[in-house]
T-cell receptor, first 115, second 114 residues
């Protein structure tokens, strides 16, 4: 079974500091996609960043970057220079590449940004 | 604008009163799915559809029905809602097949069953 684990239900960070949200997953597949979604209080699900498993280079999107460790099945999200608008629930997700259909989501990490 | 339109945004109903949550996408996506989000449980898939007239159960299908008569629409039907179906519901769509693209989500429906 495919599972996605986010072991930190809640995290907090001081404004302008850096925070890392952890995510591990379990799969027997070799090719897949990984995603981080942000859900602010508006509850809209927003794609933050994605990573293809066949790419060794870690994805980066402005202040957001990932640390993808394929052998360890780890996919952490680093937020640099945290801003008040980063306060949200963050979900890690995994998707097969063979069919590309089924997504598996973690249980989420609630991030608080302290002014 | 490419989007998934989900309605209503909020809904309060009584036990046993049939309801439908609508979902429509304008991106010609083959794949559509319904999720419910509950605290501590993340997003759990209810039903999904890979194309018109093709639907299948997700992880928590009990108490729900769906239909896919048109490619763009994928309504979620609760024929006899119960309080344990109080939740936040999301519709999502994506391209079918291997794709690095994630879901496009609707804006969510907060359902309360009393």
């Amino acid at each position: 079974a495919q599972t996605v684990t986010q072991s930190q239900p809640e995290m907090s960070v001081q404004e302008a500091e850096t925070v890392t949200l952890s995510c591990t997953y379990d799969t027997s597949e070799s090719d897949y996609y990984l995603f981080w979604y942000k859900q602010p209080p508006s509850r809209q699900m927003i794609l933050v960043i994605r990573q293809e498993a066949y790419k060794q280079q870690n994805a980066t999107e402005n202040r957001f970057s990932v640390n993808f460790q394929k052998a360890a099945k780890s996919f952490s999200l680093k937020i640099s220079d945290s801003q008040l608008g980063d306060a949200a629930m963050y979900f890690c997700a995994y998707r097969f590449s063979n069919t590309g259909n089924q997504f598996y989501f973690g249980t989420g990490t609630s991030l608080t940004v302290i002014p | 604008e490419a989007q998934v339109t989900q309605n209503p945004r909020y809904l309060i109903t009584v036990t046993g009163k049939k309801l439908t949550v609508t979902c429509s996408q304008n991106m010609n996506h083959e794949y559509m799915s319904w999720y419910r989000q509950d605290p501590g449980l993340g997003l759990r898939q209810i039903y999904y559809s890979m194309n018109v007239e093709v639907t299948d159960k997700g992880d928590v299908p009990e108490g729900y029905k769906v239909s896919r008569k048109e490619k763009r629409n994928f309504p979620l039907i609760l024929e006899s809602p119960s309080p344990n179906q109080t939740s936040l519901y999301f519709c999502a769509s994506s391209l079918l097949g291997p794709s690095p693209y994630g879901y496009t989500f609707g804006s969510g429906t907060r359902l309360t069953v009393v």
